[in-house]
């Protein structure tokens, strides 16, 4: 075969005949084992010298070779498709060898594990889940590498996932560390939108907290403000702070039904007053106008 080194000859051998996970490195020298590795993990055959690979004490390299053997490890892994186990071989890299110049392919690699284990519906029964390690993986990336060109899709994943879930508590905490860190990145209207909405989907009516339900408010509010382009975040962003507007308007006609009840009728003025100002187009608010209406000194004498 034209253009094959003896060295190439060497390196398809030693994968086709070792390529099961009892095999052993196909050279008692480790540096030159890990050699054979690398050149085989950069033709994409980890699956075939991952095995061997492992057998391989690791202290049987120090420095520099010791970051190529944990990344040649953990690509080899990642390859042949055990990307948990490629994580757990990567995960402490950052901090084991800060200043290493192989870091940045470390990076890549272990955003790619998390995201690959994000999009797979994996897992063992009831007890493991690929997404779920996807998170982990990705929880893991977004604070040891900080800096990355992938942490916004990193954000974005995780924030996804929550949401998808109604962890809407979790899902606004990425968005918001995405829109702090990253405003000007591609998932920015995206994140403000689902930070607007998982306050929304998280509040349960006019009985509840009244603050919750104000923040929901004025976010949505300026998510439309900002006017964003796509029609159906409009819509739908549209469509809940109108439900918000009804729920702050009926929370202002309980408040002031309570302060009826306990007798104090200046604070029970005051609410009807609020909710008839602010809320005029909500049914809610033109009960408080009518009941003001009603109460006033000139009105006419219900019998």
């Given amino acids: 075969m034209r253009g094959m080194t003896s060295r190439s ?3 398809l051998g030693a994968c086709a005949a070792l390529a099961s996970c009892g095999a052993s490195p196909p050279t008692r020298d480790p540096l030159a084992a890990l050699a054979l590795a690398e050149e085989a993990v950069r033709a994409g055959k980890g699956d075939q010298v991952a095995g061997w690979l492992q057998r ?33 071989q990567l995960r402490d890299f950052p901090q084991d060898h800060p200043f290493s110049q192989l870091l940045g392919q470390v990076e890549e690699l272990e955003y790619r594990i998390g995201r690959e284990l994000m999009r797979s519906e994996g897992g063992f029964l009831f007890f493991t889940s690929d997404a779920e390690d996807g998170r982990v993986v ?64 998280d509040l349960q009516g006019a009985e509840y907290d009244q603050v919750q339900t ?35 308007a009926e929370k202002r006609l309980l408040i002031a039904d309570y302060y009826h009840r306990i ?41």
């Fill in 56 to 88: 391989i004490d690791p202290e049987s390299y120090v420095g520099e070779d010791r970051e190529r053997y944990r990344l040649a490890v953990g690509t080899a892994l990642y390859q042949s498709g055990s990307l948990w186990q490629a994580h757990r």
């Fill in 9 to 11: 000859f060497l390196i």
């Fill in 214 to 248: 104000q923040m929901a408010h004025n976010e949505l509010r300026d998510f439309l403000a900002a006017g964003p382009e796509n029609p159906t975040m409009r819509e739908e962003a549209q469509a809940a702070m109108t439900v918000t507007r009804h729920w702050l």
């Fill in 138 to 201: 990705l929880e893991d990336f977004i604070v040891r590498f900080p800096r990355s060109r992938s942490l916004p899709d990193a954000l974005h994943l995780l924030g996804d996932q929550a949401f998808q879930e109604r962890r809407f508590q979790l899902a606004r905490e990425r968005y918001s560390q995405l829109v702090a860190e990253r405003p000007d990145s591609e998932w920015a209207t995206l994140a403000r939108f689902r930070i607007a909405m998982s306050r929304y989907l």
């Fill in 263 to 303: 007798g104090v009728p200046e604070a029970e003025r005051r609410q009807l007053e609020l909710a008839a100002a602010e809320y005029a187009d909500t049914p809610a608010g033109q009960k408080a106008a009518g009941r003001l209406k009603a109460a006033a000194p000139d009105a006419p004498e219900h019998r």
